[in-house]
């Protein structure tokens, strides 16, 4: 008698991947949800311990906003930019937001500088920053007073 010969199946070297597309798609979804909040937030360069001098011969108009402990904004400008804010009147940010738009429409090329009392609060200093970064002042220089040896 013959035997018929019997189908074997063939044997197949195959990965499932599945269950990898499963934790690829769940880490995307991790990834789109906390990645907007990693991007709040103000760009700042903390200033270093000893700095160097900026300048004083420059063709720029020099704005320099004081923060002072209590939260309150006071802004000196130099005598070229005609505002009614000087440094002996308190301003709100609107206001100075206000100001600022009208000081960029005649001069073109700013400084912008903040003096915060060593005492203010960190938040008071972030609001200004937004604030300016909202007018569209990007570069924002912090004033230190280097430490006496």
């Given amino acids: 008698m013959l035997r018929k010969p019997v189908a ?10 599945v269950p990898y597309i499963d934790v690829m798609l769940v880490l ?24 160097e001098a900026l300048p004083t011969d420059s063709q720029k ?12 904004y ?15 009147q308190a301003v ?4 100075m937001v206000e100001k600022i738009e009208q000081i960029k429409q005649q001069h073109e090329a700013l400084l912008f500088f ?6 203010t609060d960190y ?3 972030v609001k200004a920053i937004a604030a ?5 002042i990007a570069d924002v220089g912090l004033i230190t007073e280097s430490p006496d040896a």
């Fill in 132 to 136: 300016l970064q909202k007018v569209g």
């Fill in 61 to 72: 108009t020099i704005l320099t906003l004081s923060v002072v402990s209590d939260g309150s």
């Fill in 74 to 88: 006071y802004w000196n400008v130099g005598p070229e930019v005609d505002i009614q804010s000087r440094s002996d």
């Fill in 28 to 51: 995307l979804v991790i990834f789109m949800v906390t990645a907007p909040l990693l991007v709040q937030g103000v760009k700042l360069e903390l200033p270093k311990i000893a700095s």
């Fill in 92 to 95: 709100s940010l609107d206001d």
């Fill in 114 to 119: 903040i003096r915060g009392d060593k005492s």
């Fill in 8 to 17: 074997k199946h063939a044997l197949k070297a195959e990965m499932n991947v």
């Fill in 123 to 125: 938040a008071s200093v």
